[in-house]
T-cell receptor
Framework: AQSVTQLGSHVSVSEGALVLLRCNYS??????LFWYVQYPNQGLQLLLK??????LVKGINGFEAEFKKSETSFHLTKPSAHMSDAAEYFC?????????????FGKGTLLTVNP | EADIYQTPRYLVIGTGKKITLECSQT?????MYWYQQDPGMELHLIHY???????EKGDLSSESTVSRIRTEHFPLTLESARPSHTSQYLC????????????FGEGSRLTVL
């Protein structure tokens, strides 16, 4: 069975500072990995995904994430936070080759950006 | 641009009422899902469908029911709403092939008094 752990339910950074949101997963097979963002009163929007190939994945709004198999991690980063980045971020995993396309989500990390 | 729509966005209703949350997508996706989301908690899958006339219960037990008579439409129904059903309900869809990326609607926030 697959699972996702997001370390830190709430992360607070200053505008212009580095954003680092942590995600670790467990999966019995190589996974597909995703980061979603949710703004207040909206649904989830895909930020980026890792399937195969390059382990550093670039997404929208200047975010990127690196798949590290040895650490079973897929941390999300952005070099310089902007006020508009304040939102909740969800990491998710699905299993490659599975006919079951259900994603497993982490509990989410609320990002606050201070002026 | 994802094209998946949920109505109503917000609903406040009394205990015992029947409610239906609508979800429609125009992307031709075979797979559709309903997630329940509470503050500070992970998203819980409550129903999914892999095509017309196919519905399955998800990981979280729910008293709601779903139907899939048309590819584009996946409504969720509560026959008798209770305060414990107060939550946000998110509908999503995905392509038949691919990595399983989900496209989400904006959600329906249900409050049962």
């Amino acid at each position: 069975a697959q699972s996702v752990t997001q370390l830190g339910s709430h992360v607070s950074v200053s505008e212009g500072a580095l954003v680092l949101l942590r995600c670790n997963y467990s999966s019995s097979v190589p996974p597909y990995l995703f980061w979603y963002v949710q703004y207040p009163n909206q649904g989830l929007q895909l930020l980026l995904k890792y399937t195969t190939g390059a382990t550093l994945v670039k997404g929208i709004n200047g975010f990127e994430a690196e798949f590290k198999k040895s650490e079973t991690s897929f941390h999300l980063t952005k070099p310089s936070a902007h006020m508009s980045d304040a939102a909740e971020y969800f990491c998710a995993v699905s299993e490659i080759g599975s006919s079951n396309y259900k994603l497993t989500f982490g509990k989410g990390t609320l990002l606050t950006v201070n002026p | 641009e994802a094209d998946i729509y949920q109505t109503p966005r917000y609903l406040v209703i009394g205990t015992g009422k029947k409610i239906t949350l609508e979800c429609s997508q125009t992307m031709g996706h075979d797979k559709m899902y309903w997630y329940q989301q509470d503050p500070g908690m992970e998203l819980h899958l409550i129903h999914y469908s892999y095509g017309v006339n196919s519905t399955e219960k998800g990981d979280l037990s729910s008293e709601s029911t779903v139907s899939r008579i048309r590819t584009e439409h996946f409504p969720l129904t509560l026959e008798s709403a209770r305060p414990s059903h107060t939550s946000q309900y998110l509908c999503a869809s995905s392509e038949t092939a691919g990595a399983g990326e989900l496209f989400f609607g904006e959600g329906s926030r249900l409050t049962v008094l």
